[in-house]
């Protein structure tokens, strides 16, 4: 009986390390931003007009508009064509970046 429960804690602990080392990691992110600083500035303050800044969001947010356009619920070519190479974790790591930026 007390094998069962200390089992049944190791994997519960299991699956939260597992939780946790699929969030994003904003220094991998900053690694991945270069493709992106072009449209939407170094620190996700973009220059132009065209873009939006992305600095400051919510990580969620960022990361489910990012998913959005990889699945093409969200349409934009420009976006589409640089998130589809993209891994779940990569998105990940950029959205935990930019959400780390000041948005000013
Ligand atoms: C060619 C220019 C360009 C590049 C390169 C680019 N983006 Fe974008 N991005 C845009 C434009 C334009 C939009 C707004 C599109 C729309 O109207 O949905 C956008 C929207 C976004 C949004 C949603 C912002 C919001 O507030 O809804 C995120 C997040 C984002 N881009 C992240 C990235 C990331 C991360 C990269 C690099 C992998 C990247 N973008 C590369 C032009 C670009």
């Known amino acids: 009986m007390k094998t069962t429960l ?3 804690a190791v994997g519960m602990l299991v699956g939260f390390v597992g939780t946790v080392a699929a969030a994003g990691d904003p220094a991998a992110g ?3 931003a270069n493709a992106c600083a072009g449209c939407h ?6 220059s132009s007009p065209q ?6 969001q919510h990580e969620q ?9 990889k699945e093409g619920k969200r349409d934009h ?14 998105i ?3 959205a935990a970046f930019y959400a780390s930026q000041p948005c000013k």
Not at 41 to 46: F, Q
Not at 51 to 56: E, K, L, S, V, Y
Not at 61 to 69: C, E, R, W
């Open 41 to 46: 500035g170094k620190t996700g303050i973009s």
């Open 92 to 94: 990940a790591d950029l």
């Open 61 to 69: 947010a960022l990361y489910d508009s990012m998913i959005a356009y």
């Open 30 to 32: 900053e690694q991945k």
């Open 77 to 90: 070519p420009a976006m589409k064509a640089f998130i589809a190479p993209l891994s779940d974790q990569d």
């Open 6 to 8: 200390r089992l049944a």
């Open 51 to 56: 873009n939006p800044n992305i600095a400051g």
